[in-house]
């Protein structure tokens, strides 16, 4: 008990002692004396934390104007709309996504925390589903930013940044030939070959008809030259030569290969056939500059269906997945070998473990020092080995 009593005392805090000198400011009402100038700390903190609050609730309403703007539609229906409800959800995009699906998601952006954002679209010819996803930096986290800038300074590659990702899942019955390409800003090209195994498929190559802030990554020339075929002023080629919308263009990509290395082959069911489209989200004054671009990748992904490869082509396409599926399966077969081994010891082991339990102790003791004595012979023929 006296220890318990003890140990509260520890924890009680010092009475304060008010000193008869103190000729600041001070408020008396009764027996109650406040003096302001004895609090001049927890008056510091108490700024601190407002400081942090007004900050968490401007940046969470930063991210939120920067997904829902870059949503407001170019259509003058919409333009009203978002002058007269400011706030409006999934807008500067909305009317294309309108046009182009039957079921466009009205309901607008879906939040998850304060810097994801998704949207859902299905109902369209060619794809089978639109996944609309924002990833922004965490404006709301003061801690979070200091955490990123003090990074930067630490690895010069690491630039943090807001991403908006299109990704248009094919449909299953999409006659588009089976190959991995993309179109990447060489400031992304380090990060999306860390982080795409899909793209370890290409080769790295310039290409004429794009600026030099952009590369190709494809597996044979013969796709590129599929892909980048003269049409209208509106194609991809002479937008990606736009100024304007370069500057918020990050990659483009066509494959039909999981972006993470699976572990086995993936059935005819499992395999899908994305075109991912990266950008940096334009500014909320400046959402409608990538309109055309969103315009534009809607018929690229129809011309997919009317590639023509040449015969050898495509043969060199099934083989290179042939053997990758090869390697897969040769993988996963000598991962399974080598548990089903260390399986094997760890039973050996309990088995050992459970006979020297039901042994006498002078007999334990005895059968651990020839275990010592056969593992010092052991480690001394290595020795003399090397």
Known sequence: MASLLNLIGGLTPPPVILSDDYEGLEY????????????QTQALLLVGVCLYVLLAFYGKRLNAQIANKWCASYLPFHLITLLIEPNCR?????????????KASKGGLISDGYTDFFNFSTGRRTVASLHTVFTLRPRHDLLQMIYQFGWTLYDLRYQPQDDLVLDFKLAPDAAVPDFVWAVVAKDELVYIKENRWDLTFTKTTENSALPSSLSVMTEFADVTDNLFKPSDKLSLVNLLNDPIVLKYFRSLSVTDQPRDRPIVPLTSSEREKHVILSLRPPPASRVWETIPLINATFAFVDSLTKMNLRPE???????????????????????????????????????????LSRLSAAEQKKALERDRKRAMKKSQGKVMRK
């Open 313 to 355: 082509t495509r043969n060199k396409l099934k083989k290179t997945r042939e053997e990758v599926d090869k390697e897969l399966v040769k993988e996963a077969q000598k991962e399974k070998k080598e548990e089903a081994a260390e399986d094997k010891k760890a039973a050996k082991r309990k088995a050992e473990e459970d006979r």
């Open 28 to 39: 008396r009402w009764k027996f109650i004396s406040f003096r302001p100038a004895l609090f």
């Open 90 to 102: 999934f807008a500067a995009h909305l009317g294309l996504l309108e046009q182009q699906f039957s």
